[in-house]
C-alpha cells in the first residue's frame, strides 16, 4: 500500500515571497504519477501540477514548479511570488492504476 | 455542464437513516471516483468507476456503502444504516480515462453530511 507524507500541517508566507511544502511517499511501484492539488475554504479541488515519474524533468506551471527526487521519494511544492489567492490547503496525492493517495494537506496562509 | 456537480451539498441525517449522495460528471468522462473526507484530513479513496469494467471497490470502509453508476453517467454513492463517524464531506471526481494515471482528476464541490 501507498503512503503520502506531508510533514507540515501548517505554514504561512509574506505576499511576494516564495514558499516550499514538502511531501514524501512510499510505494514499491515504479510507474505512477504525483500530483499537488489546492482546496480553498470554496471546498473545491482544483489540480495544481502534476509530475510523471519516469520524468526527470521538475514540472513548472507558471509559479508552481515541483522539486521531484525519486530516489528519495520526495516531492515538494514550491510557490514563487506568492499570493493572497494562494491561501488555501494544499494536498499532495500519489496516483497508480486509477486510485490515488492523499496526504493530510497543508494549510498555507499567505499575508499580506 | 461546465463541470462536476453534487447533490445536495449539505446533508443532515438522523443515526441509521439511509442516505444517497449524487454525482453528474463531466458529459464525456468515463472514469468516475468517490473520496471522502473528514475534518482537516486528506482524500480517502472509496471507489472508483472506469467504463464498462467492474468498479474497484476497495476504499469502501464497509457494506454499509455501495455505489452505482447508470448508463455510465451519474453515479449515486448509498450509505445504509449511517453512524456518526460517517459524517465527512464526500467527493466525487470524473476524468477522461482511469487506468493510465496521467489524466487530470476534476472535482466536484462535495456534499457536507452530518449524522446526528
Known amino acids: 500500500a501507498q503512503t503520502v507524507t506531508q510533514s507540515q500541517p501548517e505554514m504561512s508566507v509574506q505576499e511576494a515571497e516564495t514558499v516550499t511544502l514538502s511531501c514524501t511517499y512510499d510505494t514499491s511501484e515504479n510507474n505512477y504519477y504525483l500530483f499537488w492539488y489546492k482546496q480553498p475554504p470554496s471546498r473545491q479541488m482544483i489540480l495544481v501540477i502534476r509530475?510523471?515519474?519516469?520524468?526527470?524533468q521538475n514540472a513548472t506551471e507558471n509559479r508552481f514548479s515541483v522539486n521531484f527526487q525519486k530516489a528519495a521519494k520526495s516531492f515538494s511544492l514550491k510557490i514563487s511570488d506568492s499570493q493572497l489567492g494562494d491561501t488555501a490547503m494544499y494536498f499532495c496525492?500519489?496516483?497508480?492504476?486509477?486510485?490515488?493517495?492523499f496526504g493530510d494537506g497543508t494549510t498555507l496562509t499567505v499575508k499580506p | 455542464g461546465a463541470g462536476v456537480s453534487q447533490s445536495p451539498s449539505n446533508k443532515v441525517t438522523e443515526k441509521g437513516k439511509d442516505v444517497e449522495l449524487r454525482c453528474d460528471p463531466i458529459?464525456?468522462?468515463?472514469?468516475l471516483y468517490w473520496y471522502r473526507q473528514s475534518l482537516g484530513q486528506g482524500l480517502e479513496f472509496l471507489i472508483y468507476?472506469?467504463?464498462?469494467?467492474?468498479?474497484?471497490k476497495s476504499g469502501l470502509p464497509s457494506d454499509r456503502f455501495s455505489a452505482e453508476r447508470t448508463g455510465g453517467s451519474v453515479s449515486t454513492l448509498t450509505i445504509q444504516r449511517t453512524q456518526q463517524e460517517d459524517s465527512a464531506v464526500y467527493l466525487c471526481?470524473?476524468?477522461?480515462?482511469?487506468?493510465?494515471?496521467?489524466?487530470?482528476?476534476?472535482f466536484g464541490p462535495g456534499t457536507r453530511l452530518l449524522v446526528l
Open positions: 471526481a470524473s476524468s477522461l480515462e482511469g487506468t493510465g494515471g496521467a489524466e487530470t482528476q476534476y
Open positions: 509530475q510523471e515519474a519516469y520524468k526527470q
Open positions: 496525492a500519489f496516483r497508480h492504476a486509477g486510485k490515488s493517495t
Open positions: 468507476f472506469q467504463g464498462n469494467s467492474a468498479p474497484d
Open positions: 458529459s464525456g468522462h468515463t472514469a
